[in-house]
C-alpha cells in the first residue's frame, strides 16, 4: 500500500532536484552542484539526468544560434512595440553570450562528475556513466559546432538566394575581423572558466 506513495515521493524529489541542478549550474555553484549530483546518484537516475542536462544545454544553444543567425531578420523592418529593436552586432553577441554561458555549465558538470566522489561507493561519480558515452565537453562541442555549422550554411544559401539574411551574410562576411574577434573572445571566456573550475 505505501509503495505508490514512495513512487510519487521519489517522483517529486527528481523534480526538485532536477530545478536545482539548473539553478546551481546557472550560478556556476560547484557545492550545490556535487550536493544534487550525489542524490541523483542516490535515486539511481544520474546518468538519465546527464542526459537531461545535455539535452537542455543544447536546446539553450540551439534556440540562441537560431536567433542570432535568423535569415528572417530584417534591419529596416517596423519595431514591434514595447520591444528593444537589435542590430547585427547586438544579435551575435547575445548568442555568443548564451554559447559561452552554456559551455561555461557544461564543464563544471563534467568536471564535477569527474571529481566528485559517490558517498557509497567512494568512486567518482563519472564512474557510474555508460563506458561507452562521449566525454560531455567533447559532445557538448561537436553538437554546438554542428549547430553553427548548419545556421551558417542555412544562412549563405538564402543570402545567395538574395532570400532572407542578406543583411546578416553581408555584416558578417564584410567585417569578418570582429567576427573572429567575437569566437575568440567566447573560446578565452570558457577557457578561463576552466581554468578557475580545476584551480
Do not use: Y
Request: with cysteine; hydrophobic share 40%; charged share 25%.
Amino acid at each position: 500500500r505505501d509503495v505508490p506513495l514512495v513512487r510519487k515521493a521519489a517522483e517529486l524529489l527528481k523534480r526538485r532536484a532536477a530545478e536545482c541542478l539548473v539553478d546551481a549550474l546557472k550560478r556556476m555553484s560547484k557545492a550545490d552542484i556535487s550536493t544534487v549530483l550525489q542524490t541523483f546518484a542516490l535515486l539511481g537516475c544520474l546518468e538519465e539526468r546527464v542526459n537531461a542536462e545535455m539535452t537542455r544545454l543544447s536546446t539553450v544553444v540551439h534556440a540562441a544560434v537560431s536567433d542570432g543567425f535568423d535569415p528572417r531578420f530584417n534591419p529596416n523592418a517596423p519595431a514591434v512595440p514595447g520591444e528593444k529593436r537589435r542590430d547585427v552586432w547586438e544579435r551575435i553577441d547575445t548568442m555568443a553570450d548564451t554559447i559561452a554561458s552554456c559551455a561555461s555549465q557544461n564543464v563544471l558538470l563534467h568536471h564535477t562528475l569527474q571529481t566528485r566522489r559517490d558517498t557509497r561507493t567512494h568512486e567518482r561519480l563519472g564512474a557510474s556513466l555508460s563506458e561507452s558515452r562521449e566525454p560531455l565537453t567533447t559532445l557538448f562541442l561537436r553538437k554546438t559546432s554542428a549547430t553553427i555549422r548548419e545556421h551558417v550554411a542555412a544562412l549563405v544559401h538564402s543570402a545567395n538566394r538574395r532570400g532572407g539574411g542578406t543583411a546578416i551574410f553581408n555584416a558578417l562576411s564584410q567585417d569578418f575581423p570582429r567576427v573572429r574577434n567575437r569566437f575568440l573572445s567566447l573560446v578565452d571566456r570558457v577557457v578561463a572558466v576552466g581554468l578557475t573550475i580545476a584551480s
